[in-house]
C-alpha cells in the first residue's frame, strides 16, 4: 500500500516540467541556468526518488559498484586566511593550532599504504611554512616511496609557478572548491581581502598546468539562493572538472556564521545527483560534512550518485583540532581505523571500497 502511494506520486513527478527536465539532463548532460534553476525548485523527497536512480545509473555506467578511496591526511590547520564559513580561520583565536613534520606526514602515507589507500590527499590551511620547497620535497618523497599512488593536493591559492612546480614534483590532482560561482555571493563569503577573480584564476591555472582538478561549494552556505547554485551547476557543466566535492555548509560557534542554518541532507543528495547527471565521469565524494548532518550521510550519498570518500589518515591526535564545522565525524579514538567502518558500510549499500588510484575516467581531450 505504502509503495504504491510512493509509486504514484513519482509517476506525477516524471510528468512534470521538473520531471521532464531531468529526463533532458540524463540525456544531453547541460541545462539552461534557468533550467537548473527549476530543477532545483523541484528539490523534495519525490525529486530525489526520481532523479537518484538515474544518476546511480549514470556511475555505474562507468565505475560499476566501485567507490574509490582517498586518504585524507589534514598537516596543518595554520592559515593565514579568514573565511567567514571556516573554523580554522586565523580570526579563530580558540583554534588549537598544529602542523605535521614531513615525518609524520610520511608515517600517515605508510600506515595508509598498508591498509590499501592509492591515493594520498594533501590537505591544509594557507600555512606559510610550506613553502613550495616544502611541498614539493614532501611529493617527491611520497612519489618516490609509492609510486603506484597519485598524489592530490588540498593547499589553497597559489601563484601559477607554484602549481608548476608541485606537478613537476609529481603531483597529479588538485582541489580547490570554487565555493560559489557567483562574485557577490563570494565576497558574503569572504572578507575584502580575498577575491573571485583570483580564486576562479587559480582554477584556470591548475587546469593549464596539467593537474586533474576539484572544485565544488557547500550546498546550504549562508546568503545562497537557487539562482546561486544554478550558476554553480552552469560552471561545473562548462569547466567539466575532474572531481567536484560538495557537502553541507554547517556552522562552527566560533566564526561569523555560527548562527546560520546548516544545509540539509536532501538539498546535498539532490545536488549530488545533478552533477552526476551533468558529468557521468566526474570524481563525486561522500564528503565526511554529509556523514556529519546524517548518520548515514555518505551512503545515502553514494546511492544518490557520488563514487569517492575521503577517510581520515591524519593522526587520531590532531584530528580534532582540523575543525572546519562543528561536531565533525571520525575524530574521535573509535576512528583510527576508518578504512574498515567504510568498508562495511559501502558494502551495506551494495558498493565495494577497491584498491586502486581511482583516476577519473574522462577520456583525455574529450572535454
Ligand atoms: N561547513 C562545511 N564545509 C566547510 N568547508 C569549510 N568550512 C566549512 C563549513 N563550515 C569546506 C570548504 C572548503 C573545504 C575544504 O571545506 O568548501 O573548500
Ligand atoms: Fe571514520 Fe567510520 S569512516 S569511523
Same mark, same amino acid.
Not at 596543518?76 to 593550532?97: A, F, P, Q, V
Not at 580547490?176 to 569572504?190: F, I, N, Q, S, V
Not at 581511482?358 to 572535454?367: A, I, L, P
Given at each position: 500500500?505504502?509503495?504504491?502511494?510512493?509509486?504514484?506520486?513519482?509517476?506525477?513527478?516524471?510528468?512534470?516540467?521538473?520531471?521532464?527536465?531531468?529526463d533532458?539532463?540524463?540525456?544531453e548532460?547541460c541545462l539552461?541556468?534557468k533550467?537548473?534553476?527549476?530543477?532545483l525548485?523541484?528539490c523534495?523527497?519525490?525529486?530525489i526518488?526520481?532523479? =537518484?536512480?538515474?544518476?546511480r545509473?549514470a556511475?555505474?555506467?562507468?565505475y560499476?559498484?566501485?567507490?574509490? &578511496?582517498?586518504?585524507?591526511?589534514?598537516f596543518?590547520?595554520?592559515?593565514?586566511?579568514?573565511?567567514?564559513?571556516?573554523?580554522?580561520?586565523?580570526?579563530?583565536?580558540?583554534?588549537?593550532?598544529y602542523r605535521?613534520?614531513e615525518?609524520?606526514?610520511?608515517?600517515?602515507?605508510?600506515d595508509?599504504?598498508?591498509?590499501?589507500?592509492?591515493?594520498f590527499?594533501? +590537505?591544509?590551511g594557507?600555512?606559510?611554512?610550506?613553502?613550495?620547497?616544502?611541498?614539493?620535497?614532501?611529493?617527491?618523497?611520497?612519489?618516490?616511496?609509492?609510486p603506484?599512488?597519485?598524489?592530490t593536493?588540498?593547499?589553497?591559492e597559489?601563484?601559477?609557478?607554484s602549481?608548476?612546480?608541485?606537478?613537476d =614534483?609529481?603531483?597529479d590532482?588538485?582541489l580547490?572548491?570554487?565555493?560559489? =560561482?557567483?562574485?557577490?555571493?563570494?565576497? #558574503?563569503?569572504?572578507p575584502?581581502?580575498?577575491?573571485?577573480a583570483?580564486? #576562479?584564476?587559480?582554477?584556470?591555472?591548475?587546469?593549464?598546468?596539467?593537474?586533474?582538478?576539484?572544485?565544488g #561549494? #557547500?550546498?546550504?552556505?549562508?546568503? +545562497?539562493?537557487?539562482?546561486h547554485?544554478?550558476?554553480d551547476l552552469?560552471?561545473?557543466?562548462?569547466?567539466?572538472p575532474?572531481?567536484?566535492?560538495?557537502?553541507?555548509?554547517i556552522?562552527?560557534?566560533?566564526?561569523?556564521f555560527?548562527?546560520?542554518?546548516?544545509?540539509?541532507?536532501d538539498?546535498t543528495?539532490?545536488?549530488l545527483?545533478?552533477?552526476?547527471?551533468?558529468?557521468?565521469?566526474?570524481?563525486?565524494?561522500?564528503?565526511?560534512?554529509?556523514?556529519?548532518?546524517?548518520?548515514?550521510?555518505?551512503?545515502?550519498? &553514494?546511492?544518490a550518485?557520488?563514487?569517492v570518500?575521503?577517510?581520515?589518515?591524519?593522526?587520531?591526535?590532531?584530528?580534532?583540532?582540523?575543525?572546519?564545522?562543528?561536531?565533525?565525524?571520525?575524530?574521535?579514538?573509535?576512528?583510527?581505523?576508518?578504512?574498515?567502518?567504510?568498508?562495511?558500510?559501502?558494502?551495506?549499500?551494495?558498493?565495494k571500497?577497491?584498491?586502486?588510484r581511482?583516476?577519473?575516467?574522462?577520456?583525455?581531450?574529450?572535454?
Open positions: 500500500m505504502i509503495c504504491e502511494s510512493i509509486y504514484e506520486r513519482n509517476e506525477s513527478f516524471a510528468r512534470s516540467a521538473a520531471g521532464r527536465l531531468i533532458k539532463l540524463e540525456r548532460h539552461s541556468a533550467e537548473y534553476e527549476q530543477v525548485a523541484a523534495s523527497r519525490e525529486g526518488a526520481y532523479i =537518484a536512480p538515474k544518476a545509473a556511475a555505474d555506467a562507468v560499476g559498484k566501485e567507490v574509490y &578511496v582517498r586518504g585524507l591526511i589534514e596543518s590547520n595554520i592559515c593565514k586566511n579568514n573565511c567567514c564559513y571556516c573554523g580554522i580561520r586565523r580570526g579563530n583565536t580558540d583554534c588549537e593550532r605535521l613534520s615525518e609524520e606526514i610520511l608515517d600517515c602515507c605508510r595508509g599504504y598498508s591498509y590499501g589507500y592509492r591515493t590527499v594533501l +590537505q591544509s594557507e600555512d606559510p611554512y610550506y613553502t613550495d620547497e616544502r611541498i614539493c620535497r614532501l611529493v617527491r618523497e611520497i612519489k618516490k616511496r609509492y603506484d599512488c597519485a598524489v593536493l588540498s593547499i589553497g597559489k601563484e601559477k609557478e602549481y608548476r612546480k608541485y606537478h =614534483a609529481g603531483a590532482r588538485f580547490l572548491r570554487h565555493e560559489t =560561482a557567483d562574485a557577490d555571493h563570494y565576497g #558574503m563569503l569572504h575584502a581581502e580575498m577575491s573571485f583570483h580564486r #576562479m584564476q587559480c582554477i584556470r591555472d591548475l587546469r593549464e598546468t596539467g593537474f586533474a582538478v576539484g572544485i #561549494m #557547500m550546498i546550504g552556505s549562508p546568503y +545562497q539562493t537557487l539562482h547554485l544554478a550558476e552552469k560552471f561545473i557543466e562548462e569547466f567539466q575532474e572531481m567536484c566535492g560538495m557537502g553541507p555548509f556552522p562552527h560557534a566560533a566564526t561569523p555560527a548562527d546560520q542554518p546548516a544545509g540539509t541532507l538539498m543528495l539532490y545536488l545527483s545533478i552533477v552526476r547527471l551533468i558529468c557521468p565521469t566526474v570524481l563525486l565524494p561522500a564528503t565526511t560534512a554529509l556523514g556529519t548532518i546524517d548518520p548515514l550521510g555518505r551512503e545515502k550519498g &553514494v546511492l550518485g557520488a563514487n570518500i575521503m577517510p581520515n589518515l591524519s593522526p587520531v591526535s590532531v584530528r580534532k583540532k582540523y575543525e572546519l564545522y562543528d561536531n565533525k565525524i571520525c575524530t574521535g579514538d573509535e576512528s583510527a581505523q576508518c578504512r574498515n567502518c567504510l568498508d562495511a558500510r559501502m558494502a551495506s549499500v551494495g558498493y571500497v577497491v584498491v586502486s581511482g583516476d577519473c575516467r574522462r577520456e583525455r581531450n574529450s572535454k
